[in-house]
């Protein structure tokens, strides 16, 4: 059988940390921050946790299921 490939788009997007979640930068942030207010942008720093809804999707994704 061949190998899977891993989604070349996802890698770059998503990280495993070393407990085995999922993280991602949150979206929004790159400009127009003039209307935005300081706590939605503090808020969009923090790295986001992939759910568990979309776990199964992003782990095939990155080829670990």
């Known amino acids: ?30 400009h127009i921050l003039t209307k935005k207010s300081t706590k939605r942008k503090r808020n969009m720093r923090q790295d986001g946790i992939v759910s568990d809804a979309n776990l199964h999707f992003v782990k095939r994704l990155l080829g670990m299921k």
């Open 1 to 30: 059988m061949p190998k899977v490939k891993t989604n070349s788009s996802a890698k770059k997007r998503f990280k495993v940390t070393g407990s085995g979640k999922i993280t991602f930068e949150k979206a929004f942030k790159r």
